[in-house]
């Protein structure tokens, strides 16, 4: 098989990762690769490059950083490349970058479910046994392309760290193997009826109560990382248990492990906690520092 030119854009840690299995996979030539811009990060702010720049510094493969893709066009059509490979860019591509050379994408969900931003969160918070990896031709709508190839990972025990981990580990052997079998495959139209969007991942989202089902927190935690509280407190560490009977976000019981705690809906057992500007806690020292017990909420 001969090398494969590529144009590569991408900007996460998940598509760092992508790119440097397709860089050392001896099949793929990457020529350019193209990113978002630096942005401030941390307490204090300080432009940090994005995880695909850095992989490509790391690798000696120029880099651009446009503020808008489009301005990319020309240097890309200049390379002549055989291949545009597309994993969490984070821009929608112009039509002129579009018909410089094929366009596939590596889209972290099951399409058409979850055409969007945020396809793994949204995998984890309505509770879905499977997700996985989609290589699609890309067009001008937003995830809308023939689907090439599926990658399938069943969510059972998932976060969106673990999740994002494990199929960016297995991007590049999807496209490699839809590059050996391209003569084969046949792509396949999105079903538009079974289409569904999800935007940005909003902070606001994690903001939850025991006013909801125990099994909603444990998801909401799976997708976010954390779930909070309207008070501030964050839960870092929680699982579903049987009911206890006790009032809704009423302490039920309290354990080696944690705190019980009842929901709407079965109980969740509580075993870290964080306090606004404080460092995370067992659940059951928590309580014990507020002077809560049983019967008492936990808030």
Not at 191 to 218: K, M
Request: hydrophobic share 45%.
């Amino acid at each position: 098989m001969s090398v494969t030119r590529i144009v590569f854009m991408g900007t996460p840690r998940y598509a760092a990762a992508i790119l440097r299995d397709l860089d050392a996979s001896g099949e793929i030539g990457v020529e350019l690769v193209v990113t978002q811009m630096d942005r401030p990060a941390g307490r204090k702010l300080i432009l940090a490059p994005p995880p695909v720049k850095i992989a490509a510094l790391e690798a000696g493969i120029p880099c651009l950083q446009p503020e808008k893709v489009g301005e990319t066009a020309g240097a890309i059509a200049r390379i002549k490349p055989d291949l545009i490979v597309v994993a969490a860019y984070g821009q929608i591509l112009t039509n002129a970058i579009l018909e410089i050379a094929p366009c596939w994408n590596l889209h972290a969900s099951l399409l058409p479910k979850y055409r969007g931003a945020s396809p793994i969160q949204a995998a984890l918070l309505n509770g879905e046994t499977w997700s996985g990896l989609t290589l699609m031709e890309m067009t001008k709508s937003l995830d809308a392309g023939d689907l090439i190839a599926f990658y399938q990972v069943a969510l059972k025990g998932h976060s969106t760290q673990t999740l994002t981990d494990a199929l960016a580990q297995n991007g590049a052997r999807l496209l490699l193997y839809a590059l050996r079998n391209r003569d084969r495959l046949r792509p396949l139209p999105q079903a538009r009826c079974d289409a569904s969007y999800v935007g940005r991942f909003n902070r606001a989202d994690t903001i939850a109560s025991f006013d909801q089902s125990a099994i909603h927190l444990e998801r909401l935690l799976a997708a976010y990382g954390s779930v909070m509280l309207k008070s501030g407190l964050k839960l870092l560490d929680l699982e579903t248990v049987e009911g206890r009977g006790a009032a809704i976000g009423a302490i039920a019981e309290i354990t080696q492990e944690g705190v019980i705690v009842s929901c709407k809906e079965g109980a969740a057992l509580v075993k870290t906690v964080q306090a606004p500007s404080k460092k995370a806690v067992n659940a059951a020292d928590y309580i014990n520092g507020k002077r809560l017990g049983v019967g008492d909420l936990l808030s």
